[in-house]
């Protein structure tokens, strides 16, 4: 399988390249020529796969530069109970007939990032040692894929991080997280503004070919192919658990942001998993529920960012969007990077009322948007009527999932993250603090390691460039 750029500018590439590359030369997102296949015998051998002999059936057909032997031992390496909680990696919790919540949560830094970048950690380790190189990942977070990834690449000897997170957004259990890390191959810049602007710095970055080349700089954001490829995974495995045969379809309702997780389930429900409806919920960040429900696609600025409670969803500039609308426009690169030049230059675009917005229900989306009223209110309803304590994200989720419920299809709602990560929204939504993960208790009282920087592009080469340099 060969890999194309969203904006045309690039030759065709094998996955491992890409895997190394994050960006596109051309500043374009990175996918398959054309999305695999899984036809209903696939499916029906498939559904009564393991966890990681399903993300191998599944990471094969897009990893298929790797020799089978070794990606088989990556995936089992990381798909472990020991890791993530238990056997089923992603257990389906039914909250009543017709919906429920797949955890995605139980991995090391309690966030559903854990399900990817422990892969990609063991991927990155394998791929660089094959080649004899090393990797410099800068990497942008607004709460959860920092300690992820952090986590995921803690003392791995052929890989640095360097991770861009908002000064002072993120939850107080976020931050200690990520800036308790004392590993020498972990660095923390808090960057005086938000998500987007740290966002903006990685791709900035990245499109300096000269600078990215010498300095060998890659991305572990959702900007990486392999992330969103190993998220698709628990798209099948949620079809599977919450269906009993394939026949059925599910809906799926997914907090989002930064559009990677929903965009994993669109390329599940392209390669042929029977998935009727993807809910797109959003916070008072809107920008994507906007897009939905009118085809006009306006990111907004720093100054018109809510700060909210749901703070890993703060982003108005939702990167992997960029994928689905190559799929949309029919794949024209040249439609992608004319509507792309008009978001880097600070504008949108507008396809109401385009041949192109015209198709959009073929892709099963849906979307909603919920405040920070609604958060508390289902946080309540759930622990009232489930007995279960959902963290701020999967709140929005699940509210907005229950609008767009349907008889005879069930909702399944992603859960994104723990409760313990936003532990003051919880105290004020129940008037208790959420349980905490053993060993996790004082967290916060650990020393920080974080240096605090202005939000400027030339400002990070050159601390990336002393640092690695040295
Ligand atoms: C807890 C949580 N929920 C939801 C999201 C949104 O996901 P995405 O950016 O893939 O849309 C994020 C960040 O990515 C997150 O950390
Ligand atoms: N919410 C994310 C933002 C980055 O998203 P990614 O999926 O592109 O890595 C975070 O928690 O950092």
Redesign the pocket.
Known sequence: MKYISTRGGMAPAPFSDILLMGLAPDGGLVLPESYPQVDRATLDTWRALSYPELAFEIIRLFADDIPADDLRRLVFDTYREDVFGSADITPLKVLEPGLCILELSNGPTL???DMAMQFLGNLFEYVLGQRGESLNILGAT????GSAAEYAMRGKHNIRVFMLSPYGLMSPFQQAQMYSLQDDNIHNLAVRGVFDDCQDIVKAVSRDHVFKARRKIGTVN?INWARVVAQVVYYFKGYFAATAGNDEQVSFS??????????AGHIARMMGLPIRHLVVATNENDVLDEFFRTGRYRPRGTADTHITS?P??D?SK?S?FERFVFDLVGRDPKAVAGMWARVDAGEGFDLAGTPAFARIADFGFQSGKSTHADRLETIRRADARYGVVI?T?TADGLKVGEEWREDGVPMVCLE??QAAKFEDTIVEALGRKPARPAGLDNIEALPKRVEVVDASAELIKRYLSEHIDA
């Open positions: 966030a559903f990032k607004s709460g959860d894929t959702s997914v907090p989002s942001g930064n559009f990677g997780n929903v965009c749901s890993s969803m982003i939702a992997n963290d994200h994104t993250a």
